[in-house]
């Protein structure tokens, strides 16, 4: 006959060192409710308090805290319980909350060094004087109290996911993709110094200004069919803005949010000498050429939107996915690859596949090699918050196209119709068989709307 061992009896001194675990989670759950009521103190507002608690903007909505507080109650419970009763399934949870204390000590470990974080920020110090070292220790803790026979078991179950998250963290901070060859300059490039930036621009033709914001993370390169069109009855320019293209920023604390993507439209422009114009963007840029005309109706005469950001919806599972720290950086790292961009224009932004030619890879993926504009991919899939264009369609007072491909992969067709609805002055265009990157999949049906839209001004 065979019994089952009883759990072991309460050790005092592992429940001793199980105590200072449960209070620390348990405070730090008080915390997220007492920030889920809406108060934002120690800070002035959310941004502040997610950039100095987190090192990233995140919302903190009741939908997002409450979740964190019952995560952490639970895990308070594992602890001091696991320690008390030394139950077989409360001991695999003391470890798993052990496991997870530690790999944000070793996440907090590379930022120490100011690897993807900003150094002397908020989040900086915390990290460094705080979060890291109570991490480190309480991670040790909770190891502690869990009483086994076999210790190469305990240091296997904490040991194999810190392996792996080491081989996360290598690839977002340590591993960096070899430098795409340089381009040659476009015909008629040209670069105009601001304190902001160094701004890259292609710029053709004469007569009413017209303003092309490089698309996404892309360059001038997408604009091509539409300069040599419309400039044969406008002026042209075609800008990368900061972390597009051959635009350096020289503002190193710049901020990729609507407020600073917004602000370097605004620096362009005085930069060239344009104070009114037309402005188009596609997809991310549409969006920044939204929130300017919200911020500065006077500097814009119509709007030419394709398959624009500016909804508050939430974007693509891979690019959600760049959000948190350590993914978006490794996302970023291993999207960088030639072989991958192209598979993925191929399948996700181009409806003809047969129209991503080998100029058209080199035009997408050079510039996404750059260190700078790699970061700045991640950062604006953080930083922007689209519930405000949102809030603000109703404002929009000024003529408006917005263009849509039928097949878009990447923001779903069905938000044509809701800007449609949403602008008051709006004239919408789908195209059957056109994907995500219109200016290129379908440049002259696009070029067409857009040069008769701006003929009736």
Wanted: hydrophobic residues 50%; aromatic residues 8%; glycine residues 8%.
């Amino acid at each position: 006959m065979t019994t089952t061992p009883a759990p072991p009896l309460a050790d005092p001194s592992r429940v001793r060192r199980a105590r200072p675990v449960a209070v620390v989670l348990v405070l730090d759950a008080l915390l997220h409710l007492y920030w889920s009521t809406g108060a934002r103190w120690p800070a002035p507002d959310e941004r502040t308090l997610s950039m100095a608690v987190l090192g990233t903007p995140v919302s903190f909505a009741p939908r997002i805290v409450l979740p964190l507080a019952a995560t952490l109650l639970v895990a308070a419970a594992v602890v001091h319980f696991s320690a008390v009763t030394g139950h077989r399934l409360l001991r695999a949870g003391t470890l798993m909350v052990a496991t997870g204390l530690l790999i944000r000590a070793l996440a907090g470990a590379v930022w120490v060094f100011g690897v993807g974080v900003e150094p002397g920020s908020a989040f900086f110090w915390l990290n460094l004087l705080l979060y890291t070292p109570l991490c480190v220790v309480l991670g040790l803790l909770c190891v502690s109290t869990v009483p086994v026979r076999r210790p190469w078991r305990r240091a296997a179950a904490v040991g194999t996911p810190l392996a792996l998250i080491a081989v996360l963290l290598f690839g977002a901070y340590g591993y960096r993709p070899a430098a795409a060859p340089a381009q040659a300059l476009e015909p008629g490039s040209r670069f105009v110094d601001t304190p902001l930036a160094r701004f890259h621009y292609v710029t053709a033709g004469t007569g009413t200004p017209v303003v092309l914001l490089a698309p996404g993370a892309s360059s001038t390169f997408a604009w091509r069919e539409q300069v040599a069109e419309l400039a044969r009855d406008h002026t042209v320019f075609a800008v990368d803005l900061p972390g597009n293209g051959r635009t350096t920023l020289h503002d190193l604390p710049f901020r990729y949010d609507l407020d600073g993507m917004t602000t370097a439209i605004g620096t362009f422009l005085d930069a060239v000498g344009v104070p009114r114009a037309a402005l188009a963007g596609n997809s991310w840029s549409g969006g920044f050429a939204l929130a300017f005309a919200q911020r500065r109706p006077e500097r814009v005469d119509r709007l030419l939107l394709l398959a624009p950001s500016g909804l508050d919806e939430r974007d693509p599972l891979l690019w959600e996915l760049m959000k948190p720290p350590v993914l978006g950086e490794l996302i970023t790292n291993l999207g960088a690859d030639r072989a991958s961009l192209a598979a993925g224009l191929r399948s996700t932004y181009f409806a003809n596949p047969d129209r991503v030619t080998e100029e058209v890879v080199d035009a997408m993926w050079v510039p996404g090699t750059v260190p700078a504009n790699m970061r700045a991919t991640y950062e604006l899939e953080r930083g922007l918050d689209w519930s405000i264009t949102e809030a603000a369609l109703g404002r929009v007072r000024l003529p408006v196209q917005v263009i849509w491909g039928a097949q878009d992969q990447v923001l779903p067709v069905a938000q044509a119709s809701r800007f449609g609805a949403l602008l008051p002055e709006a004239e919408v265009h789908v195209l059957d068989g056109c994907g995500h990157a219109l200016t290129v999949d379908c440049a002259e049906r696009v070029t067409t709307l857009m040069s008769g839209f701006l003929r009736g001004r």
